[in-house]
């Protein structure tokens, strides 16, 4: 149940400018509306590692359930 997450992409000369934490930060504040469930699985890509990147979902809320991430609505 809920919403899964495939990818958020953001080209790396535009990094570091909060543009996927602002799509993020979208993306749960609509599913805490609709009292919905995200998912995803963590797949590195554009040089950003596993840990990097369960890092930053973390800090957003995701748990690490057997390597699916999961985020409840708040």
Same mark, same amino acid.
């Not at 890509?45 to 957003?60: I, M, P, V």
């Given at each position: 149940? *809920? ?8 080209? /790396?000369?535009?990094?570091?400018? #909060?543009? *996927? %934490? #602002? ?9 805490? #509306? ?8 963590? /797949?590195? %890509? ?7 990147? %369960? ?5 957003? *809320?995701?748990?690490?359930? %057997? *390597? ?7």
């Amino acid at each position: 149940d *809920g919403y899964i997450i495939t990818r958020i992409s953001v080209p /790396q000369e535009h990094r570091g400018k #909060k543009i *996927g %934490s #602002k799509l993020l930060k979208e993306i749960c504040y609509e599913a805490d #509306k609709q009292k919905e469930n995200l998912h995803l699985e963590i /797949q590195p %890509s554009g040089g950003l590692t596993y840990d990097q990147l %369960s890092a930053w979902y973390e800090r957003y *809320g995701f748990v690490n359930k %057997s *390597g699916f991430y999961t985020r409840l609505p708040k």
